[in-house]
């Protein structure tokens, strides 16, 4: 079974900060997911990465392999990025695709 | 595309009550998920399905059943609520091959008093 770990747990931000959320994982992946779930409950991919890095507009995720380490930057933080931001992995070798869930970091940006 | 879709939103029984809950996705997905989300904890897996017709335990199965008679279908359901079945359920599924990504439904709070 993968560890997942996030830090911070909770992340209050001034609007216009630099946001960055870190997880850790145990085991070797393939993949390793970013998710967002808004207050309300629904929850959506930000990202699914295997190596280096990925950006979609202000948010921008890396991964490194060897250190078995993620993060997810904010850049020009919002208030509507407020919200649960959650790291999930899959096993390297997993036929089945199922994640492995970090418990998620809370954001609160105030405008 | 309505994409993942659970019924109902909003459910409360009493210990002892049964019920199922429905996920419905319309992109054709093979693979299939239900997971528990309960505070201060990641998501968990209940049950997961890789196909029509087959079902397999996921890490908290006990308390749940689920079947898959139909691939655009995946049904949980609880045959004696406890109250530690309250928590808020996810249904997921995947495009093409286990690599790759996962869409949520919206979610179905449950309390069970």
């Known amino acids: 079974k993968n560890e997942v770990e996030q830090s911070p747990q909770n992340l209050t931000a001034q609007e216009g900060e630099f946001i960055t959320i870190n997880c850790s994982y145990s085991?070797?992946?393939?993949?390793l997911h970013w998710l967002q779930q808004h207050p309300g409950g629904g929850i959506v991919s930000l990202f699914m990465?295997?190596?280096g890095k990925k950006k979609h507009g202000r948010l921008i995720a890396t991964i490194n392999i060897q250190e078995k380490h993620s993060s997810l930057h904010i850049t020009a933080s919002h208030p509507r990025d407020s919200a649960v931001y959650i790291c999930?992995?899959?096993?390297?070798?997993?036929?089945?695709?199922?994640?492995?869930f970090g418990r998620g970091t809370q954001l609160t940006v105030w405008p | 595309n309505a994409g993942v879709t659970q019924t109902p939103k909003f459910r409360v029984l009493k210990t002892g009550q049964s019920m199922t809950l429905l996920c419905a996705q319309d992109?054709?997905?093979?693979?299939m998920y239900w997971y528990r989300q309960d505070p201060g904890m990641g998501l968990r897996l209940i049950h997961y399905?890789?196909?029509?017709?087959?079902?397999a335990k996921g890490e908290v199965p006990d308390g749940y059943n689920v079947s898959r008679l139909k691939k655009q279908n995946f049904l949980l359901g609880l045959e004696s609520a406890a109250p530690s079945q309250t928590s808020v359920y996810f249904c997921?599924?995947?495009?093409?091959?286990?690599?790759?990504?996962?869409?949520f439904g919206p979610g179905t709070r449950l309390t069970v008093l």
């Open positions: 999930a992995v899959k096993d390297r070798g997993s036929t089945l695709g199922r994640l492995y």
């Open positions: 085991v070797g992946i393939s993949a």
């Open positions: 990465l295997s190596s």
């Open positions: 992109m054709n997905h093979e693979y």
């Open positions: 399905s890789v196909g029509e017709g087959t079902t």
């Open positions: 997921a599924s995947i495009a093409g091959g286990p690599g790759n990504e996962q869409f």
